[in-house]
């Protein structure tokens, strides 16, 4: 199963893997509006889709499916917006912002790890 | 049969196109009226002023329904109407229970307004269609199906003479009927009755949701009142409303932002607490039958006793182990992380004509199990599912059911009644099969179930003029007021709950207030001033929901972290900002939760004086029969007698000591039934209302509801 | 004697507020806690004693559908 895991050790917090995501995905940059965050504080916290698939059940509408390569996508064309996917994602890792009806959650599309200048994240297979 | 050959049979006898419109900030401010003598219909403007007194919902549905009829209006008069509307918040879909829809009718049972709370999809796609209430008034000459086509904007009236009545069979042959594919199946929702809803007084109607897990058109009730015996007198088979499209923006809410926060604040806390709490997302409203047997408030053997050592036979449990699927998202509206719409799947009937049938059961309810199981003293959760699958296809309400059922054994017992007059049935406490037949017997207008349809009320005059009963007995253990059946919590050692039932304006039903923790565990509110303060604070905050479309659960059956140091816990007071939230973030007002109160106050008052208008909703009309406030009979004394002795002693200033039970209960009588009245008092004095039970002229005006049909209502009775 | 609920209930030596639910078979799920004005969380109960002559409230939320 394809998918982000973390080294929060290495993170720096510099924010590049939130501000490459947000880019990708509403083609600003926003870090609001990414599929990842990185929480500042004593330590530093990466919070982060482990494709886990709890809300592919708790969706009313099917609107969740895992892919072939594991990876649990979203359609945004049958989601309602009910944010039950957001409240209910045991890793707090399902985000939605304001703008936009429908919430948004992270693909494993490796964008960010790219843009980590210290490894502190990577794609698991 | 073939859904082809039900289609093709199909007489179009009216279509009405109209533009789609837009909703703004929760209002389509347009109502759907359709008049089935003649097949009019036709767009009503929604007013500024009917948002500002009435709100939407049930609000809306009371002041339709009070311009269609006359003081005199019967509820099988053609001038009576079905109206149903979501509310402002209604169909939003981040913050859960907000797909409910309310109906109002005049009521066979109560011949007074009754109002009924549901849940399906039927409300807000009715509003995404472009409407925020649909009336229907007049009668139909053979059975109709209105359709609503919410995508394309049009409103058919229909003949149908070759679909099923039963709910869970014409629920399905709709779906399947009005659907494109099995995906577009979850765009529609349908309204039925059932066949016993043709020939009882308390026939209620399905709201179906197409589970899209389960393959299966899923049925929320309207149960209370009679509203489905309305509907199937109409001649009215169905009603479908058909919209895709659902987004959480539909509403074009003011602040979008303020509803998505605190749908995500609730949605974590349901994750978090659920499964240590209420379990709602386990078991349902079920999670309380096993507590409320603890506290002796499980109504057993026609409201005697208040437990039983049976109850762990159908203990929450036992329903969640052995019957209901579990991990499904059951919301009954998109949104609902309760998801308290628990299901039985493939469950065998063994009985009537769907026999041997596998078959999808709701929940049940714990109103379903506590009235048609043990207040019947039937302990057994396969005769609850199976009567609960059968009340709801045959269009029949559990509550009134299991508490008709429960007098008649009562009576049965007491050889008021006996097999020549009940057809054979033994109807002895505990017997189920008895009962079961007495439903099918309601289907097939057949038999001593036809009596037993007329509700409790109605059976107490039967009993009485043609078999002799005592009419005193009968009037103290029939549990009804208004004509409605009481609802499933035995309130006798509960002066408040006797007031959260009796001072109610539809008739006994726990909507409005559920204070016996409070009042009788807690001892919170030990004056009558306090029980006062509650019976006013309560059922105004509760008549809210149905207000704006929402449901009640979500309020108090999950309870925040920050609750356990909040003033007012009872409250739930950071649930109440989220409503206020919630209704700000839609309609763009900027009400606190004060004026949340008085918004429902405007409302309250005006379905009181809907009651006195109709020739009900006088003090007179908020007794309660004895056996909700005290024990009737030395059985139940005796049953009690420690806890009854000490209370003569201590409350009473009388010595028991040496006294028959008999004497005891007399003394025991006048103490309670005058506490009662000086409860009434307090409660009318807190409304606003005379001793009488009328409001005031001068509330009306504190609360800018001195509208002038009102006054002309009240003002020779101040 | 202690108060429960503002009425009287026989204290005994040992009492913690876990005994003292079970005794009065107060088994509803939603409940708030206090010893003589003081919160007790649900953590506590098993630990948390409860002295002669102690003022004790345990309030049941609502229930009811």
């Known amino acids: 199963m394809k998918r982000l895991d973390k080294n929060e050790e290495l993170c720096i917090a510099c924010h590049a893997c939130e501000e490459v995501c947000s880019k990708a995905f509403f083609k600003e940059s926003n870090l609001e509006k990414a599929c990842l965050r990185i929480i500042e504080g004593e330590k530093v916290k990466i919070i982060n889709c482990t494709q886990c698939g709890v809300c592919i059940d708790i969706c009313p509408v099917e609107a969740l499916s895992r892919g072939s390569n594991g990876v649990v996508r979203i359609n945004k064309k049958d989601c309602v917006g009910c944010l039950m996917c957001v409240g209910f994602c045991p890793e707090e890792a399902f985000f939605q912002h304001d703008d936009h009806v429908e919430p948004f959650k992270c693909i494993a599309c490796g964008l960010c790890v790219k843009a980590c200048p210290t490894d502190a994240i990577f794609i698991k297979q | 049969m073939n859904i082809e050959n039900m289609k093709n049979s199909h007489k179009l006898l009216k279509k009405y196109d109209y533009k789609l419109g837009t909703i703004d900030k929760g209002y389509t401010n347009r109502t759907l009226y359709i008049n089935l003598d003649n097949n009019t219909i036709k767009s009503k403007a929604v007013t500024e002023e009917m948002k500002e007194k009435f709100i939407g919902g049930k609000g809306f549905g009371l002041k339709l329904l009070w311009d269609a009829v006359k003081p005199t209006t019967k509820w099988d008069d053609p001038e009576n109407q079905i109206v149903i509307a979501s509310g402002p918040v209604g169909g939003i879909t981040q913050y859960p229970g907000a797909g409910k829809s309310l109906v109002v009718s005049i009521s066979p049972l109560t011949g007074i307004v009754i109002d009924s709370n549901v849940g399906g999809y039927f409300g807000p796609y009715l509003k995404f269609s472009g409407w925020d209430a649909l009336e229907i008034q007049g009668k139909a000459d053979k059975d109709v199906i209105i359709a609503i086509d919410g995508n394309t904007g049009n409103v058919r009236i229909e003949e149908a003479p070759l679909e099923a009545v039963d709910g869970h069979v014409l629920g399905e042959q709709l779906t399947e009927m009005y659907a494109d594919s099995e995906k577009d199946k979850r765009h529609i929702s349908v309204v039925t009755a059932g066949t016993a809803a043709e020939h009882t007084l308390i026939g209620l109607l399905n709201f179906t949701f197409y589970d899209i897990r389960r393959k299966v058109a899923r049925l929320k009730q309207a149960g209370r009142g009679g509203i489905g015996t309305v509907f199937r007198n109409k001649n009215i088979k169905a009603l479908v409303v058909k919209f895709s499209g659902v987004k959480s923006d539909l509403n074009n809410p003011h602040d979008i932002g303020l509803i998505n926060r605190a749908g995500i604040r609730l949605h974590k806390e349901i994750r978090k607490f659920d499964d240590n709490q209420c379990r709602m997302r386990q078991v349902g409203t079920a999670n309380i039958i096993e507590i409320m047997d603890e506290y002796d408030l499980l109504p057993t053997h026609n409201y005697k006793f208040g437990s039983h050592p049976d109850t762990y036979k159908i203990a929450s449990n036992v329903f969640r182990d052995k019957y209901l699927t579990q991990d499904k998202p059951d919301g009954c509206w998109y949104g609902c992380s309760m998801s308290c719409a628990k299901a039985a799947d493939k469950f065998e009937l063994k009985t009537g004509k769907y026999k041997g049938d596998l078959v999808t059961v709701d929940g049940p309810e714990y109103e379903t199990a506590a009235g048609v199981g043990a207040n019947c003293g039937i302990f057994d959760p396969e005769y609850i599912l199976e009567n609960n699958f059968y009340c709801d296809t045959y269009g029949v309400d559990t509550i009134s059911f299991g508490t008709l059922v429960a007098f008649v054994m009562e009576c049965y017992e007491n050889g008021i009644i006996n097999k020549d007059i009940t057809g054979g049935l033994e109807l002895n406490f505990g017997n189920g099969e008895a009962a079961m037949e007495l439903l099918h017997q309601m289907s097939r207008g057949e038999g001593f179930g036809k009596i037993a349809g007329q509700g409790v009320r109605r059976m107490k005059k039967i009993f009485v003029e043609k078999y002799g009963a005592d009419p005193e007995f009968l009037h103290d253990i029939g549990m009804e007021q208004k004509g409605l059946e009481f609802s499933e919590y035995l309130p006798k050692e509960s002066l408040a709950q006797q007031g959260g039932y009796g001072l109610t304006n539809k008739g006994p039903q726990h909507d409005e207030a559920w204070l016996i923790f409070m009042d009788m565990v807690n001892n919170q509110i030990p004056t009558f001033e306090d029980k006062a303060e509650a019976l006013h604070y309560f059922p105004m905050f509760r008549t809210w929901f149905g207000l704006c479309g929402l449901c009640k659960l979500p309020w108090n059956d999950i309870v925040p972290e920050s609750n356990i140091s909040a003033k007012e816990p009872a409250k739930i007071p950071e649930h109440v900002q989220n409503y206020v939230d919630i209704f700000n973030g839609v309609t763009g007002r900027n009400i606190d939760k004060e004026e949340l109160i008085v918004q429902s106050e405007r409302v309250y008052n005006f379905q009181r004086i809907f009651n006195i208008r109709m020739g009900v909703g006088r003090r007179v009309h908020d007794a309660v029969p004895y056996r909700s406030v005290g024990p009737v009979t030395v059985e139940e004394y005796e049953s009690r007698s420690e806890r009854y002795d000490k209370q003569l002693i201590e409350d009473v200033g009388y010595n028991p000591e040496g006294k028959s039970t008999e004497e005891k209960i007399k003394v025991m009588r006048e103490y309670r039934e005058d506490q009662y009245e000086q409860l009434i008092d307090a409660v009318y004095k807190r409304r606003g209302w005379t001793m009488d039970g009328v409001p005031k002229v001068e509330k009306l005006k504190e609360i800018g509801m001195d509208l002038p049909q009102l006054i002309e209502v009240i003002k020779d009775l101040q | ?65």
């Open chain 3, 1 to 65: 004697m202690i108060k429960v609920n503002n009425r009287n209930f026989d204290w005994q030596e040992g009492l913690t507020v876990t005994k003292l639910l079970e005794l009065k078979k107060y088994t509803f799920p939603k409940l708030i806690v206090k010893i003589n004005s003081e919160l007790i969380y649900k953590e506590a109960y098993e630990k948390t004693l409860i002295n002669d002559g102690d003022d004790v409230k345990v309030i049941h939320l609502l229930a009811g559908g």
